[in-house]
């Protein structure tokens, strides 16, 4: 499996979620593999929604991986307490966190004192990622060996919505919003300049809800916020399954792959 795209975008294509979920486990696997070996842990950001499902079908049940280096963020989080259903956290632990040997002080939440708070809940966070990423050298952006993304019906990931000034923020690494247009309302997310610093971002998305979103951001002009995602030097994935992928025109993407 090509993990350096020979195009600007790889797209990988499963017949259902199952095999998707199988395909992710051997990408995330070796990705943390590399990491581990080059500097002794692996740096990964998660979203929410239906990701941390997709993500732990198999890779919970992989011993190969070395949890135990793992060093994990939300790519966005809810300011709702970390036992709320709204949680990203929660349901991360869930589906992942409760299966596999992650240190709990490598698991990095918004800070519970602090979600009525989304402002001081982002600096806080930001605090946070410096711990992990700014140890050394002052660094510009943290750049995460992988970060791991879904995408909603209008095209927003994290918590970067369409037209919202956020799209626009290129020196906070992490930002607050108090007005998302889907509920909760007060969120904190990462930005534009730490999606596009990290060595991998994937995509994630499956199910025939997805095709005029994935049709429209895949082969279209624009400038929705997941088109927005573009690495300066890492590589850009697509984990997608057949239902998701049928309008896309493998014309416009010669990266179509099946796995």
């Avoid at 000034?165 to 690494?173: A, V």
């Avoid at 999606?195 to 991998?200: E, Q, T, V, W």
């Amino acid at each position: 499996m090509p993990l350096h795209a020979a195009t600007p975008t790889q797209i990988y294509t499963f017949p259902d979620v199952a095999a998707l979920s199988q395909g992710l486990d051997t990408y995330v696997a070796k990705l943390s593999k590399e990491a581990i070996e080059r500097h002794g842990k692996f740096t990964v950001a998660i979203s929410g929604g239906s990701l941390p499902k997709q993500l732990s079908a198999v890779l919970k049940h992989n011993t190969s991986v070395d949890f135990s280096k793992w060093i994990v963020y939300f790519a966005d989080e809810r300011c709702v307490p970390l036992d709320h259903e709204d949680s990203n956290y929660l349901l991360s632990k869930k589906e992942l966190f409760d299966h596999v040997n992650i240190p709990e002080e490598n698991i990095h939440t918004i800070d519970p004192d602090l979600v009525n708070d989304p402002e001081e809940a982002a600096e806080d966070y930001i605090s946070q990622l410096a711990k992990t990423f700014a140890t050394k050298d002052s660094v510009r952006f943290p750049v995460f060996d992988l970060i791991l993304l879904g995408v909603g019906p209008d095209g927003h990931t994290c918590s970067l919505f369409p037209g919202h000034p956020l799209l626009e923020d290129h020196t906070n690494w992490c930002a607050h919003i108090t007005d998302s247009p889907k509920p909760p309302s007060s969120r904190i997310t990462l930005t534009f300049p730490v999606l596009n610093h990290a060595h991998h971002v994937a995509f994630v998305a499956a199910g025939a809800g997805k095709q005029d979103m994935l049709h429209l951001l895949l082969d279209g002009p624009g400038h929705l916020p997941a088109q927005m995602v573009k690495p300066v030097t890492g590589t850009l994935s697509w984990f997608v399954d057949d239902a998701a992928a049928a309008k896309i025109t493998s014309a416009t993407h010669k990266g179509l792959e099946r796995l």
